[in-house]
Nanobody
Framework: QGQLVESGGGLVQAGGSLRLSCVAS????????MGWYRQPPGKQRESVAT???????NYADSVKGRFTISRDNAKKTVYLQMNSLKPEDTAIYYC?????????WGQGTQVTVSS
């Protein structure tokens, strides 16, 4: 059974950049959809960006032009490059992936953007 482990969160000033990574490990056959979600303080979890195994991407309107999702299928890794960060991007960021047909979540990584 596979699991997802995120890294790369932290504290950054507004206008700065961070890169999140998420590695799928364990006994995994196929990985189809991969993506990033976030949960701001006191709010519900929301989709940030997704990417299919073919490389088709989808972004939330609030991050278009600032965030870029990518994946390395050989490394079973998905990335989220976050530029021009804003205080409203502060949230716990969760990696999501469909591993062998089952949706799986990472443990989350905190991103805090100071003004």
């Amino acid at each position: 059974q596979g699991q997802l482990v995120e890294s790369g969160g932290g504290l950054v000033q507004a206008g700065g950049s961070l890169r999140l990574s998420c590695v799928a490990s364990g006994r995994i056959g196929t990985i189809t959809l991969m993506g990033w979600y976030r949960q701001p303080p006191g709010k519900q979890r929301e989709s940030v960006a997704t990417i299919t195994s073919r490389g088709d991407t989808n972004y939330a309107d609030s991050v278009k032009g600032r965030f870029t999702i990518s994946r390395d299928n050989a490394k079973k890794t998905v990335y989220l490059q976050m530029n021009s960060l804003k205080p409203e991007d502060t949230a716990i960021y969760y990696c999501y992936a469909v591993l062998d047909g089952r949706g799986s979540w990472g443990q989350g990584t905190q991103v805090t953007v100071s003004s």
